[in-house]
């Protein structure tokens, strides 16, 4: 019995679309569960760390607006709202209005987020290495290159 079985796909059958989809959505839930289970004990959803990195890559010291944000995740425009709200309220991130257009707010991450971001990092990558230690190193270059090539052809 392969993993697949148990969800009523038949590896082989000539249907590699479903073994490959039910493998990513899989894949996607046990990959989220294990990183949702080591970001709370720094407080943190996979949300918020998103939002907080964006700002911190993307924007640096110059923040960005929610907008920009928004383009480098994947949550909807009132989820993101709501994280960045919590964010604030914890002392994560700053808004301003920005010069010249005060209907927009830049957001900036804090001193806070920072020694955070800066202190947990280390382990965050380590723990989204080991979930694929099992995967020879080989192979995780071959499915890097497929998944990052398959997402380009639907993003175009």
């Known amino acids: 019995m392969n993993n697949l079985d148990k969800y009523g796909i038949v590896v082989g059958r000539g249907k590699p679309y479903e073994e490959a989809l039910y493998s990513l959505a899989l894949l996607y839930n046990i990959c989220s569960n294990k ?16 939002i907080l990195a964006a700002i911190r890559t993307h924007g640096g010291d110059n923040g960005l607006s ?8 994947i949550v909807t425009p009132a989820n993101m709202t709501k994280l960045i709200d919590k964010l604030e309220k914890e002392g994560m991130v700053k808004r301003f209005p920005m010069e ?8 900036k991450v804090t001193k806070k ?3 955070l ?6 382990e965050y990558s380590s723990e ?8 020879p190193v080989k192979d ?14 639907l993003m175009e």
Do not use: C, P
């Open 35 to 50: 990183m949702t289970s080591f970001l709370k004990k720094y407080d943190l959803s996979i949300g918020k760390l998103n």
């Open 66 to 73: 929610q907008v920009d944000i928004s383009k480098h995740l």
């Open 100 to 107: 010249g257009d005060r209907r927009v707010n830049i957001i």
């Open 113 to 115: 987020a920072e020694t």
């Open 117 to 122: 971001l800066d202190g947990m990092w280390d």
């Open 128 to 135: 989204m290495s080991s979930l694929m230690d099992k995967v």
């Open 140 to 153: 995780r270059e071959i499915i890097a290159e497929k998944l990052v090539k398959w997402l380009g052809t």
